[in-house]
């Protein structure tokens, strides 16, 4: 059984659209996480929700807005998609968002933007 | 703010050979450290990890890292590497503060059998 799953696996779109990402978790997390890696493989943290509750907000663009409808599930839309955009998206989940739990990751959503 | 650094960005092995890749950060406060393995085209992995205790932490695979809190270090190290290990290595560093981690910029690890 997958633990973290997210859809889809590649996304490849135009410029300008708007695009969701779904992330779902069975491992009983209340915390969830949206890490963005570029193409230098550097991987920072973009948002992060503790019981469906928004707790980071990083330095990012208000055309991601990431979405909770339960703890089990964390979304990301990204509304006009722009060249920047591409990268790979992981989303995690943790126990808590407590700083000794390890966190578990998806498989990732490459996104190519045309 | 917490950084990490790692030093090594492209390490070329041969098999049987012994590694070492380093990671420094910055953060004056109690840290929870971290190594993650990812291999070519999948998610990472969590090799070991680091809270408390004892220093030298042995992990998946053969792995260890140590803890040295007074240069900041937490480097990984492998006695003996396999084709097998060839994959991207992630440091990364948690606060009891901040929720999300921060990672080095990785270290691509090539060993040729």
């Known amino acids: 059984d997958t633990a973290v799953s997210q859809t889809p696996k590649y996304l490849v779109t135009q410029m300008g659209n708007d695009k969701s990402i779904k992330c779902e978790q069975n491992l009983g997390h209340d915390t969830m996480y949206w890490y963005k890696q570029d193409s230098k493989k550097f991987l920072k943290i973009m948002f992060s929700?503790?019981?469906?509750?928004?707790?980071i907000n990083e330095t990012v663009p208000n055309r991601f807005s990431p979405k909770s409808p339960d703890k089990a599930h964390l979304n990301l839309h990204i509304n006009s998609l722009e060249l920047g955009d591409s990268a790979v998206y992981f989303c995690?989940?943790?126990?808590?968002?407590?700083?000794?739990?390890?966190?578990?990751f998806g498989d990732g959503t490459r996104l190519s933007i045309l | 703010a917490q950084s990490v650094s790692q030093h090594n960005h492209h390490v070329i092995l041969s098999e049987a050979a012994s590694l070492e890749l380093g990671c420094n950060y910055s953060y004056g406060g109690t840290v929870n450290l971290f190594w993650y393995v990812q291999y070519p085209g999948q998610h990472l992995q969590l090799l070991l990890k680091?809270?408390?205790?004892?220093?030298l932490v042995k992990g998946i695979k053969g792995f260890e890292a140590e803890f040295i809190k007074s240069k900041f270090s937490f480097n990984l190290r492998k006695p003996s590497v396999q084709w097998s290990d060839t994959a991207e290595y992630f440091c990364a560093v948690i606060n009891t503060g901040r929720r999300a981690l921060t990672f080095g910029s990785g270290t691509r690890l090539q060993v040729q059998p």
């Open positions: 995690a989940s943790s126990r808590s968002g407590q700083s000794n739990q390890p966190q578990h």
């Open positions: 929700y503790n019981n469906k509750e928004l707790i």
């Open positions: 680091y809270f408390s205790g004892d220093p």
